[in-house]
């Protein structure tokens, strides 16, 4: 079966990014035919329901994973409907029903589309493609890592961004099928957004009051469970910055790199500025640019009046 996401470049980040004298890698999925990561593992997840039978999917998005949802399900034949909540911008919205989708606006965040999305499945008899939390999804993600080890670049951390959790699932079981166990993963999250560093804390998931940040793609106020399980036996590090450090990270990397990404990837990119001191073990870590279609120049310019940088 033909994957519906493409092997993205693996560059060597400019000295202009991160500073000379350093070994960064980058993963470009800011590139997939989506415009962001989800393509791996919505693309590997719909082809997968399709073949066993699904006539139709239904997915619960802030943006991204309903873009390559209907991406997916139109390059498989199948109608798809995308539930988004109210703070998915309408430049979004019309990515989703370009790509052949019908688009539904129910609730305030992710949580509540999620659940009317989950109805609107058993009404329809369709197959409801969860953003983050399905096995099949970290498969698919999981090629990120498959595709650096074909390269045969060495790499010696991984640092993501992480929302509901479905992207650092997968880069752990991308290192652990490969037999880099011993690779440590940083997961970086926005303040606002943080449910992972809150389910670390606590133990258990956690689900926020509400999403602050503005960084709505990690939107996720409860993480999978799945991620808490990989952080009992795989080092992930959480780091949590502002939304003013992510977008600030967002404007070097487009500087840097010309390639625009939204807040929720600038999170992992302003890791390595926001604790330097974590990355003085690290001689080559490689970074996921995970990439997202919520950015435009005029946005990424309104945030950074926003925020006063």
Known sequence: MRTLHVDTPLLRAPPSLFGAGRSVWLKMDALQPSGSFKMRGVGRLVQQRVTEGARAVVCASGGNAGVAA???????????????????AAAVREAMGAGGASVIVHGSVWDEAHEHAMALAREQGAVYVHPFDDPLLWDGHATLIDETVHAG????????????????????????????????????????????????????????????????????????????DLAREHEIVSVVVSDAQAVAACSRFADAMRVLVEPACGAALAALDAQPALFERFEAPLFEVCGGIGVTTAQLAAWRQQLGI
């Open 153 to 228: 670049v060495t790499f010696d951390a991984v640092v993501t961004s992480v929302g509901g959790g479905g992207l650092l699932a997968g880069i752990v079981e991308g290192l652990h099928r490969n037999g880099l166990r011993h690779v440590p993963v940083i997961a970086v999250e926005t303040e606002g957004a943080a449910s992972f560093a809150a389910a670390l804390a606590a133990g258990a998931p956690v689900t926020l009051p509400a999403i602050t940040s503005i960084a709505t793609s990690l939107g996720a106020k409860r993480v999978a469970q799945r991620v808490l």
């Open 70 to 88: 209907a991406l997916a399900a139109q390059a498989c034949g199948v109608p798809a409907m995308i539930v988004v909540g109210q703070t998915t």
